[in-house]
């Protein structure tokens, strides 16, 4: 008889967004991963030919090299030392790990509602219960603190903000984000914050929330902003308690990125991209313009326009007579027109009766899905 797995495992699966891309074949339009289109920009490229027969590819310090954490420290604000940095294995472990050395059974976890689809697994694999805060239509998805303050508990050990958000593409305000600090300051909790696609903005730069209390950890990576999600880099900045124990994690869980990995980074950060990085955000600025235009035209479709990010959350709300969900209407999408989006209750219960586009892919592609789904929901 097999062994049951563990009870931590239980109820546990890949987030609807994977699930959703393993039935879609090659011949799918995808407006559905979370993934820019861009390739790695040729000065990392370049660089790493040029340079891998001399680098020694062996391990790396646990924590990273020391003159990537110097990089990223300089990043993440003056008076940040590089020994609050860990090098991690993308963004994802970087969360992991901080609710793993954060979060104890029975702690509760502020969670945005919508927001990523892997925070409430996380939060569970570390032991702990998400709890949703809620980012209103009404509000153009941005944070109330007020309304995030109201569900803070005696159990809530951490709040995970995350802006620009994935999936709406909203930028919270500086505002917002000062209030809530001045809440929270006094609190036993900490903030995680999910800055991933703070560089992909069409606007105000977004404010971060490093900075605006003791108790920060700030989570981000080079995948969304350098196209480099397959080289696995990302990193997280804590106080100097959380980041020990974090690298303690790590280094149990993984030893260290790899090594080619980090050297890459390092050439990134040291702006030699920057440019091709620009170029890369006035043609997303284009994509996005673009993708929005066709939905006006082929859907007719509300949505809020993204401030960041690379995605747009269609409200399609009063088109799901006919369906059991926006669950439903991405499957029969997928298997009537060939189109992939990912339905909005993936991100939470708030996010029912939306879907999100991603308008990463060329100007063809996006107009030919968007089409499709204009067709779908009026036949």
Known sequence: MPQPLAGRMMGMEKTL????????????????LGELRFPTPRAVLDHVRENVNSWRLGYSPNEGFPELRELIAARAGEGVSPDQVCVTVGAEEALLAALMVLVEAGDEVLIPDPGFPAY??????????????????????????????????????AVIINSPNNPT??????????????????????VISDEVYRDIVFGEPAASFAGLTDRCVTVNSLSKSH?????????????PDIAKAVRTFHQLAVMCVPS?????????????????????????RKRRDFAMACVDRYTGFPYVAPAGTFYLFVDVSGRLAKFDSSLDAALKLLAGEKVVTIPGRAFGRI?????????????????????????????
């Open 120 to 157: 409430p697994s996380l939060v569970r694999l570390a032991g702990g219960e998400p709890k949703a805060y809620p980012l209103l239509p009404e509000d153009d998805f941005g944070l109330r603190a007020e309304k995030l303050m109201g569900l803070v508990t005696d159990k809530t050990r």
């Open 227 to 239: 196209s480099m999600a397959g080289w696995r880099i990302g990193w997280c900045v804590a106080p």
């Open 260 to 284: 080619l990995s980090q050297y890459a980074a390092i050439h990134a950060l040291r702006g030699f991209a920057d440019q091709e990085l620009r170029a890369n955000l006035e043609e997303l």
């Open 351 to 379: 996010g029912e009766g939306y879907l999100r586009i991603s308008f990463a892919p060329g100007l063809d592609t996006l107009e030919e899905g968007i089409r499709r789904i204009g067709r779908f929901f009026r036949g």
């Open 169 to 190: 593409g909203a930028v919270h305000s500086s505002k917002e984000l000062h209030t809530l600090a001045r809440g929270l300051q006094s609190l036993p909790l900490t």
């Open 17 to 32: 967004i994977r699930r959703i891309n393993d039935l879609a074949d090659p011949s799918c339009i995808n407006l559905g």
